[in-house]
């Protein structure tokens, strides 16, 4: 099985922590400005059975240097389809990591070619969307002179909610370059966007929809 190990750290200060990235000689995964819109869709049944046996269903679309294409009509749009198990609490992954201090969980995940497609055959077995989020992703790696952070994935997402750091990979690299980070384990997010953006609605006294931007980019 393969599990994805993660935190999530919260941004305050975009431009410091691209400083610091710069300083640690990170450089971005993907071509031209680095930057990636997802749109990002959950599928359940209408008894949300999926949300109770803390699994998710997820089609996302990516598009390059934020450029929002995923809104055109009749053409196929190639998407990830992930699968993610139950938060795994209580049992150890990976050496010495311990599933309490990380996000820990099964995961499956593998391209489509037509989400719309896809989206229609997930109907047709009785699931239906059920949230949507959209987010701009940024992507980062550390160099190879760095032996430690083999591995790692420094992901930097701009959502309707604030800016995050998500920290990807093996445990102690997560701990290692969430030190140099200037971050420590209390700063941990251990939690996912949906609860995230629930914790926001409930601060503001607002009903929870999709986390969309009202203005894009």
Same mark, same amino acid.
């Given at each position: ?7 999530? =750290?919260?941004? @305050? @200060? ?8 710069? $300083? ?10 680095? !930057?990636?819109?997802?749109? %990002? ?7 949300? &059975? ?13 598009? #390059?240097? +934020? ?6 009509? %009749?053409? #196929? !749009? #190639? ?14 992954? +990976?050496? $010495? ?9 099964? &995961?499956?995940?593998?391209?489509? $070619? *037509? ?27 550390? #160099? ?12 930097? *997402?701009?959502?309707?909610? +604030? ?5 990807? $990979? ?11 980070? +200037?971050?420590?384990?209390? *700063?941990?997010?251990?939690? %996912?966007?949906?609860? =995230?953006?629930? &914790? ?18």
């Amino acid at each position: 099985m393969a599990y994805e190990i993660e935190i999530k =750290l919260r941004v @305050n @200060n975009r431009g410091k922590l691209l400083a610091v990235l710069k $300083g640690m000689g990170a450089r971005t995964v993907h071509r031209g400005t680095g !930057q990636i819109h997802e749109w %990002n869709t959950l599928f359940d049944t209408p008894a949300q &059975e999926l949300r109770k046996r803390e699994q998710l269903l997820r089609t996302r679309i990516e598009t #390059p240097d +934020g450029q929002v294409s995923w809104r055109k009509k %009749n053409a #196929p !749009q #190639p998407a990830l389809l992930t699968f993610k198990g139950p938060v795994l609490r209580g049992r150890r992954r +990976g050496r $010495g990591s311990r599933a309490e201090r990380h996000k820990v969980r099964e &995961e499956i995940e593998f391209p489509v $070619g *037509d989400a719309v497609k896809l989206a229609k055959i997930l109907e047709r077995l009785g699931m239906r969307p059920s949230f949507h989020y959209e987010k701009y992703r940024t992507t980062f790696a550390l #160099p190879a002179t760095k032996a430690w952070a083999k591995g790692l994935l420094i992901e930097l *997402d701009e959502t309707p909610i +604030g800016i995050f750091m998500e920290l990807e $990979g093996p445990p102690k690299a997560i701990d290692q370059a969430a030190k140099e980070l +200037g971050y420590s384990k209390k *700063d941990y997010i251990l939690t %996912n966007y949906v609860s =995230l953006f629930a &914790e926001e609605c409930r601060r503001r006294s607002k009903k929870m929809g999709d986390m969309v931007f009202q203005k894009r980019k």
